[in-house]
């Protein structure tokens, strides 16, 4: 089973903060893969939020392929982290050449350009390196977007902080996503690693998804070609969170009427039945059917989790202003926020949202059956 | 034989026909209920002459012989006589003294229902049994991240969804802009499909009607009933129970005029309009109500004069093509009701199913697509059409949905899979397996009145009789004497079995694949088949 740790704080932290924290659940991880997600950069990335950053694995050729992608577009390096590892990895962690963690300066002519169609065009730059990588098996990109840096490998989370010295000052971020297991569901694939990431937009899951198939064929099928991928069943709903909230406009508490609405009896009573109703009809395909808690972070810099209504994974929040966790399990929090008002602590449930917004005060409840945000 | 008897190319023998009648003298009262009872006259009282030989032993006897007359049954071989198997003969004997069996060898009759050039006429479905449906089987079973669920005690949502849904971005649009939203109904995803007044005894007709109410009113079950081409009672348009009924216009529009003008009385909306453009079971040809079956009361609700054949057109002559047809009737039928009632077509499936699916993703008003299979059942039609005219379902359906997924309208446009659901009695299996090929819902029509009515029809023609209004059952017949047989409660209650028992087993497959916030519609993960042709087919894996 996944264990997931999520952690915004004022103050930049470390990976490690959220690897320890995954460290003391590793009872209920099998320990076979990471994935971080690093949002808000402290250090060198706090001076260039708006330079989009490259996270990805490459071999030297793919890295000699991937300068000349870039350069040929007109993207120049602005920053980079360098992460050298030891020649010989830890046991059941791959050999690889490069972790690339690199900022870009724009091309000059895409200063013309609107934040939406900028905002495609990296989307297309990292599915073409990806679509690269693929064919010559020399690149894994994760992400390509301002102000986020994504890490993940197989094997045990603890030792590949150590070998990749995660530990650093230069790599410190107010919000971090953390989960330790290499899905197992399909193929053994990094592309199959959570957090997954969209358009500023990355969750994580814990739980599995059985309406995958249709789910990916509805969202394959909008159109737009950042939704692709699925070699995880949860991917999906980071891609439906995109969908709600960038395609239908509709708020995070629209989410979970998308994924998991109502019963008909509830939608009934609530004082906006008559868009949940339609909403249920006409999402209906984007209905996610199995056990799930999903933690995620979107643009604005919240950091959310919603719970399935159908059955419950584990999930836990807590800390105090400044600083908030979610986390599968209590000793996670316990590891990462010790100095907490622990009476506080709840676990979210079947209609539950929970929303830490940006300015990290306190965590809001959104339960299902709550009043709705009026559609514009 | 004597060898002076007349032989001409029809002369039968009982070996040469399907079904043969085993008799015991032993046990035979020689009530003559079986005589009374046969819908076919295949039998009838037999005086038989029979000798006895004594051979006696004694120094003085001489052999002799006494002439006995025995009374008994006699079958017939004059093909238009030709026992059917139905075997009422065997349900009224009372001492089990008599049944039908069927011949060892293929028979001769076949080469001979032609009489007077008139080709064979039947009711049933075609002649083979078994589908490609009970090959398939469920196999994505949770064991790892998310155990399976207990079908008893979880809580499910089985419902699907029947008319147009708009895409979200313009459902949020419209409901901003206080827009046009299609009529949407949620039903249960197994609905009676059309059998109409006319084919169907009344008693039958008002026990599906009642057993439908029944689950609708009493255990929330949405189950939904289609009228099938012969109108609809008065008095039903006019109640509240329209609602759980689907009314269907075909091409010989009968008992529309009825309809039409019970509009301003009536209290409900029905669920939706069917425009039949084919049937499963003949596809291309039109309905066929016989002459025998037009009785006063079917008359005036059909609106036509008894004692007449009522043919309907293979297509509906006031259009042009099935394009204009499907535009114009969908647009027709959405106006009466001030569109508020969601209007789908029913075609037959065909390798052309594709081309009306894509018209049909372009007209805002279509509610759906019901596609009936090869295997559909029929009241009447030609033998030929039933046994070979038509498409499988399986492979029409799975082509509708995936033509769907690639231009991104799967929600938009429900898909509804009839013809041969339950064939073997896996109703729940067939149905599920066609569900996540890609329906939203499946129509039923021959298991409910096999599974609710006791219909003896099978797909090695037993009975198949529909067409001539001497159904043993009294399911299809327009005569009281045989329609009293049917106690419309009776099978009020079986049609509340069945529904509940399909209820049960529907859960015991989606239970174990995880599913229960939705209904799978489009889950072919879960599907696998031992037929790697088939398997490529349909996209579904191959497993051995």
């Known amino acids: 089973m996944c264990r997931l740790f999520a952690i915004t704080s004022d103050e930049p932290l470390s990976p490690m903060t959220a690897l320890e924290a995954l460290d003391v659940m590793r009872e209920g991880h099998d320990g076979s893969g990471v994935g971080l997600f690093l949002r808000d950069l402290g250090g060198p990335f706090e001076e260039m939020k708006d330079a989009p950053i490259l996270s990805g694995i490459f071999t030297e050729k793919g890295l000699k392929r991937l300068d000349a992608y870039m350069m040929n577009i007109g993207f120049m390096t602005k920053y980079k982290l360098s992460i050298k590892v030891p020649k010989i990895p830890p046991p059941g962690v791959p050999k690889r050449d490069i972790y690339l963690i690199r900022a870009y300066e724009y091309p000059e002519e895409w200063d013309s350009l609107t934040e939406e169609q900028r905002y495609g065009r990296l989307v297309d730059i990292r599915l073409e390196l990806r679509r690269m990588g693929e064919a010559e098996e020399d690149m894994i990109v994760f992400s390509f977007w301002p102000d986020v840096i994504m890490i993940k490998e197989i094997g045990d989370p603890l030792q590949i902080a150590s070998h990749l010295k995660l530990d650093r000052k230069d790599l410190k971020a107010r919000i971090i996503m953390a989960q330790g297991r290499q899905n197992t569901n399909y193929a053994i694939n990094l592309y199959a690693c959570h957090p997954f990431f969209l358009q500023g937009f990355s969750t994580m899951t814990n739980g599995e998804n059985t309406a995958f198939i249709p789910i990916r064929e509805y969202l394959q099928s909008r159109g737009f070609p950042g939704y692709t991928g699925y070699q995880s069943d949860s991917e999906v709903f980071t891609h439906i969170l995109h969908y709600t909230i960038v395609k239908l406009g509709l708020g995070l508490e629209g989410y979970k009427h998308v994924i998991t609405p109502l019963k008909d009896g509830d939608i009934a009573t609530h004082p906006s039945s008559r868009l949940l109703q339609q909403l249920k009809q006409s999402c209906r395909r984007l209905i996610i059917d199995g056990p799930n808690c999903v933690i995620g972070s979107l643009p604005n810099h919240s950091l959310f989790m919603v719970q399935d209504r159908k059955k419950l994974r584990p999930g836990a929040v807590g800390g105090r202003p400044g600083k908030f966790a979610f986390s599968s399990e209590i000793c996670g929090l316990d590891a990462a926020i010790p100095d907490r008002d622990k009476n506080r602590d709840f676990q979210p449930m079947h209609l539950d949202t929970v929303i830490v917004a940006p300015n990290r005060q306190e965590i809001t409840l959104c339960r299902q059956t709550s009043p709705l945000t009026p559609l514009h | ?544």
Not at chain 2, 19 to 38: E, S
Not at chain 2, 128 to 153: C, H, N
Not at chain 2, 414 to 424: D, Q, T
Not at chain 2, 484 to 506: G, I, K, M, Y
Request: proline residues 7%; glycine residues 10%; aromatic residues 6%.
């Open chain 2, 1 to 544: 034989m004597p060898s002076n008897i007349p032989i001409n190319p029809a002369t039968l023998s009982i070996k040469d026909l399907p079904w043969r009648i085993l008799w015991d003298q032993n046990k035979c009262t020689l009530c003559g209920q079986c005589t009374a009872v046969c819908p076919v006259h295949a039998i009838e009282l037999g005086i038989f002459r029979k000798r006895t030989v004594d051979a006696s032993w004694g120094k003085d006897a001489k052999p002799a012989s006494t002439m006995q007359v025995v009374y008994g049954i006699r079958q017939k071989t004059d093909p238009a006589l030709a026992c059917v198997g139905c075997a009422t003969c065997t349900l009224v004997c009372p001492n089990d003294a008599i049944m039908p069996a069927r011949s060892d060898e293929a028979d001769k009759l076949r080469f001979h229902r032609d009489r007077g050039g008139q080709a064979r006429n039947r009711g049933g479905r075609r002649n083979v049994p078994g589908t490609v449906l009970d090959q398939i089987k469920f196999i994505r079973i949770s064991m790892l991240t998310d155990p399976a669920l207990d079908a008893g005690r979880h809580e499910f949502e089985i419902r699907t969804l029947l008319g147009r849904i708009l895409p979200p971005e313009d459902n949020l649009a419209f409901i901003s802009q206080n827009g046009w939203i299609p009529p949407v109904r949620e039903i249960y995803p197994l609905m009676i499909g059309g059998m109409s007044f006319g084919a169907l005894s009344p008693n039958m007709w008002e026990g599906l009607q009642m057993g439908v109410s029944y689950l609708n009113e009493e255990l929330s079950m949405p189950v939904r009933i289609c009228t099938g081409e012969g109108g609809c009672p008065p008095r039903l348009l006019r109640s509240r129970f329209l609602k759980y009924v689907i009314l269907q216009i075909a091409s010989g529009y009968f008992g529309w005029d009825e309809i039409i003008h019970a509009l301003p009385d009536m209290k409900e909306d029905p669920c939706a309009i069917e425009i039949k453009y084919g049937q499963g079971a003949k596809p291309g040809d039109g309905g066929l109500l016989m002459w025998y079956k037009v009785n006063k009361l079917i008359a005036a609700i059909r609106g036509v004069p008894h004692g007449v054949n009522l043919p309907s057109p293979p297509t509906h002559q006031t259009q042009y093509s099935i394009e204009e047809s499907v535009a114009k009737m969908i647009q027709s039928m959405c106006m009466a009701w001030g569109f508020r009632v969601p209007v789908y077509p029913k075609i037959s499936a065909t390798s052309t199913a594709m081309a009306v699916l894509n018209n049909l993703t372009r007209n805002p008003f279509a509610g759906g697509l019901a596609i009936d299979g090869e295997d559909g059942g029929t009241g009447a039609a030609y033998n030929v059409s039933m046994n070979h005219m038509g498409h499988p379902i399986a492979a029409n359906i799975r082509d509708a949905y995936l033509n769907l997924v690639k231009i991104g309208k799967q929600n938009e446009l429900p898909l509804m899979a009839g013809g041969g659901i339950g064939k073997s009695g896996n109703l729940a299996a067939n149905a599920a397996a066609l569900i996540m090929l890609g329906a939203s819902a499946v129509q039923i029509g021959k298991y409910i009145m096999q599974a609710a009515a006791g219909c003896v029809g099978s797909e090695s023609d037993r009975c198949n009789i529909c067409n001539i209004g001497q159904c043993p059952k009294g399911i299809t017949s327009q005569d009281p004497r045989l329609y009293r047989r049917l106690d419309p409660e009776a099978v009020a209650q079986r049609v509340v079995d069945v529904f509940l028992s399909f209820d049960t087993e529907l859960k015991k497959i989606i239970a174990p694949l995880g599913r229960s916030t939705s209904l799978p519609i489009g889950m072919s993960d879960a599907l696998g088949i031992n037929d790697y042709h088939v398997a490529d087919r349909l996209k579904i894996q191959y497993v051995v």
